[in-house]
């Protein structure tokens, strides 16, 4: 398949998967603590925080692209303070790509983490404190361990949503050759353009890694349920 040797579609393929990667890697340090909180503790906010944290698997991500849109823009909330401070602009660069894809991406994280440590018998967790063990403690040595299928299981879907992330993509960090333009985009420009092999290749990659996710998915399955 020579396309894959076309500069264009190897870069795309690389910035995809480093883009998944590191959105991956994001939502695992941010969504594991929102988990916890939304799984086991009780607050005033708790209803509020669950709601913010599906809210961008119920947009159209181009409605979620646009928020970000407004909140990163040169004057948006953060994106003018930003470009005030050090002349930064966050908008159309793979950071943007990335920040994009950790969006879509935080609820499957959250929600996967969240089903598997709401499971985890209150018992074992009320034992960690009673032998003396503290709340991060007990996290990292019974709450963490016990919830690690439904954990990696997030991070496994989060990755595949990662990397298939199209229109909020398009929306913050456009469709720049050799900048921004993931797999998705790619696609979206062979397609627009009449190139269908370069499309069916692309497409065939895709497939391919998400023919892998789901494996990994059910071989979890078939762990936990041993």
Do not use: C
């Not at 009780?42 to 979620?64: A, I, K, M, N, W």
Request: zero cysteines; aromatic letters at 10%; charged letters at 10%.
């Amino acid at each position: 398949m020579t396309i894959l040797l076309d500069p264009a579609a190897l870069f795309s393929i690389k910035l995809s998967l480093k883009v998944a990667f590191t959105a991956t890697f994001i939502v695992t340090l941010a969504g594991i603590p929102l988990a916890y909180l939304l799984a086991l503790k009780d607050f005033p906010l708790r209803r509020l925080l669950d709601t913010l944290v599906l809210l961008p698997l119920v947009l159209p991500p181009t409605v979620t692209g646009y928020l970000l849109l407004l909140i990163l823009g040169r004057n948006g909330i953060i994106g003018s303070v930003l470009y005030r401070l050090g002349g930064v602009s966050i908008l159309f660069t793979w950071h943007a790509a990335v920040i994009a894809s950790t969006v879509a991406a935080i609820p499957l994280m959250v929600k996967s983490s969240q089903a598997a440590m709401s499971t985890v018998d209150l018992r074992l967790i009320m034992a960690s404190y009673t032998l003396g063990k503290g709340g991060i403690s007990t996290f990292f040595r019974v709450i963490l361990p016990l919830s690690k299928e439904g954990i990696v299981a997030g991070m496994v879907v989060s990755f595949a949503r990662a990397m298939g992330e199209f229109g909020a993509t398009l929306m913050l960090a456009g469709n720049i050759p050799f900048k921004t333009n993931t797999i998705p985009l790619e696609i979206y420009s062979a397609v627009s353009s009449a190139q269908f092999y370069r499309a069916n290749v692309l497409v065939g990659v895709t497939v391919f890694l998400s023919l892998v996710v789901v494996y990994a998915v059910n071989r979890l399955g078939e762990r936990k349920r041993w």
